[in-house]
């Protein structure tokens, strides 16, 4: 199973939106539920001497990274410590992505909370891909980015896109379908703005590797 990562300061619980497929259509609809988010308890094999600030209530993501056939662990730390109020003309933190084997580079991911999400392997290339669900530095709307490994670098696997939350948390099951591969294309769901319940619409994404 795909497996996630949250980065905050406080924990989450509040009142989420859990997508789910009207019959028919590739639409998805808003229902309601509770639900607190700690971390990734499905990787508790993995070593516990991992870079870990207690102040981010870091945890670790599973997945074959580097299509080597072994299982690495992936985790975010605050590379940059940030200073002042960042909306008002502070910095804010730098967030990285480590691994557990060495061989794969870290990379910088940008600031704020996130939530990690392995993808499997979208384009046939042996290794999986990693997800980001990033909160920006002010307002509702996180950043969405999905990550493959290749030429020893991480890359955007296709373009970034927006996901408005109006403030709620966001359930654990629309972060882990929220990309996907289908008769082997992938494709993801996209936020409907004119609507007010904030329907998913199915689109195909452009890969660019």
Known sequence: MR???????????????TPTREAGTEVLTDTTQAQAVTG???ASDAPDD????PTTDSAKISGDFNGDGKKEYAWAVISKVGHGNPME????DELSLQFSDPSIPSFTIGCCEVRLIN????????????????APMNGNTYDWTTYTF?????KPLFDS?????GGDAVADEELENRVFMENDSVFYYDTDYNDESFKLIKKPVQVKL
């Open 119 to 134: 993808e499997g392997d979208l384009n046939h290339d042996g290794a999986d891909e990693i997800s980001t669900f990033q």
């Open 161 to 165: 896109f927006l996901i408005p939350t």
């Open 89 to 92: 003309n502070g910095v804010p």
């Open 50 to 53: 991992y870079p870990h600030d």
């Open 40 to 42: 990734d308890s499905t």
């Open 150 to 154: 290749k030429d020893y670098a991480w």
């Open 3 to 17: 497996r996630f990562l949250l980065i905050g300061m406080l924990t989450v619980q509040a009142c989420v939106h």
